[in-house]
């Protein structure tokens, strides 16, 4: 059965195409710097958005028209496999991402959950024999279900935490099974509403407890898959433990974690936690600590997770000015955990919002590597902190000095010089390449 028989297979037209079922700026063949797209920027489907989500919000029921919910049950998660692999194979894509409860229905025990499991994953590592995508992560949902409302590592239950554990034991073994390139911790409720009624440090501890114990079972079994934290800093607790990269960071360092995990960062979450989405992965990328990421975008008007298929053209440039210093993204790619708006209803819309979202990131990708090509953001580095090149600032930079030295240097000097940082002239220089990436073709 075809779920999308009127639309063929989503090829490179270039910038000129009119098409609005073709790629205008993804080409997946075309290298840049000595591999292809495809290789540097390692897109990923979101099953959740794609194939379970029905456009409800908290003001108004579902609007998607999606012809395999006309099926229930296991029917209907086979019908969504079966969806899947013709949205990857139609898109040309080489990854895709899910939680356990997106591919199979919980059942009414552990016991059943995981063998509605088996059975859906049996059938997705037949479609993957003779399909080009790959599993780029999967995640255990531990945050939906009622027994999750207190938490899930960090419940103040310990029913819970072993039954959060034993789903984390499954999704490994599903994505050993399957394959996958990285696995994702997400603490959807892995924080807390009030200090009121909360141990945090017995919450905390739990957490890094819980992280080991996941380590430990991925030695045992061969399961060698990066290990990813993803960062957000509120919703749906007042505040999570995981509340951005720098807090992740200094979590995964206390608790002895920071050789076994990196980060996925997700553009959405980083406008959360009040931070650019470059510099959640300038950050990640410093400390050699960049993994994977979530390619969406927020609305600026809007308070909450928007999800927002990324089509900001300033955004991805940046995000891939991070990613290729970080030399790519290794194991990790670009996941699009974005969802269509709730008026976009059509199934024609799906492809409409991943062509945008990646050629968005094409685009990002050429003028990054234009930038860097050129040394624009070089140079003003260079520039700006010239005097730590020389004198008293290589001295402080090489640790060759001490408070008597500096003071004596300070003691010195006249009125201090200062030099203008231009920031409205670089901005105008990224804007120039831009606009002139692709004039002409």
């Known amino acids: 059965m075809s779920y999308f028989s009127n639309i063929n297979k989503i090829n490179f037209e270039g910038s000129n195409s009119t098409n609005p079922f073709a790629y205008k700026f993804y080409n997946p063949k075309e290298e840049i710097n000595g591999k292809t797209m495809e290789e540097i920027l390692r897109f990923g489907v979101a099953y959740w958005h794609t194939f379970t989500m029905d456009g409800s919000d908290p003001f108004g029921t579902g609007t998607m028209i999606r012809s395999w919910d006309k099926f229930s049950g ?28 997106d591919i199979a229905p919980e059942g009414s025990s552990l016991k059943e959950s995981n063998q509605n499991l088996d059975t859906i994953v049996a059938m997705i590592k037949d479609y993957m024999t003779t399909s080009k995508t790959k599993l780029l992560w999967n995640t255990a949902n531990n945050f939906t279900h ?213 050629d968005a990131f094409a685009v990002g990708l050429k003028v990054a590597q234009k930038l860097l090509d050129d040394k624009v953001l070089d140079r003003v580095m260079e520039s700006r902190y010239s005097s730590y090149q020389e004198g008293i600032g290589l001295e402080i930079v090489n640790g060759n000095t001490n408070l008597h030295q500096l003071e004596a240097h300070a003691l010195g000097l006249g009125e201090v010089q200062q030099q203008s940082g231009r920031l409205e002239s670089t901005k105008a220089i990224i804007n120039q390449y831009l606009l002139t990436a692709f004039a002409g073709k």
């Open 146 to 358: 009622p027994r999750f409302l207190h938490g899930a590592a960090t419940s103040n239950n310990a029913d819970v935490f072993a039954y959060s554990a034993a789903k984390i034991k499954k999704g490994l073994e599903v994505g050993k099974e399957l394959g996958a390139e990285n696995y994702v911790f997400w603490g959807g409720r892995e924080g807390y509403e009030t200090l009121l009624n909360t141990n945090m440090k017995l919450e905390m501890d739990n957490l890094g407890r819980f992280l080991h114990m996941a380590v430990d079972y991925a030695k045992e079994i061969g399961f060698d898959a990066q290990f990813l934290i993803e960062p957000k800093p509120k919703e749906p607790t007042t505040h999570q433990y995981d509340f951005d990269v720098a807090t992740g960071y200094a979590f995964l360092q206390h608790y002895g974690l920071q050789d076994y995990f990196k980060f996925n960062i997700e553009a959405n979450h980083a406008t959360l936690a009040g931070h650019t989405f470059e510099h959640e992965l300038h950050y990640a990328r410093v400390h050699n600590m960049l993994g994977s990421v979530d390619a969406n975008q927020g609305d600026p008007l809007l308070g909450w997770d928007t999800d927002e298929f990324p089509t900001d053209l300033y955004s991805t440039t940046l995000a891939m000015v991070e990613i290729l210093k970080n030399g790519g993204l290794g194991r990790g790619g670009l996941n699009f955990d974005a969802k269509v708006r709730r008026g976009s209803f059509e199934p024609e819309d799906l492809f409409h919002a991943h062509i945008a979202g990646m």
């Open 74 to 101: 296991m029917d209907l998660a086979k019908a969504r496999v079966e969806a899947a692999f013709e949205f990857f194979e139609k898109l040309d894509i080489p990854f895709f991402c899910f939680h356990d409860v």
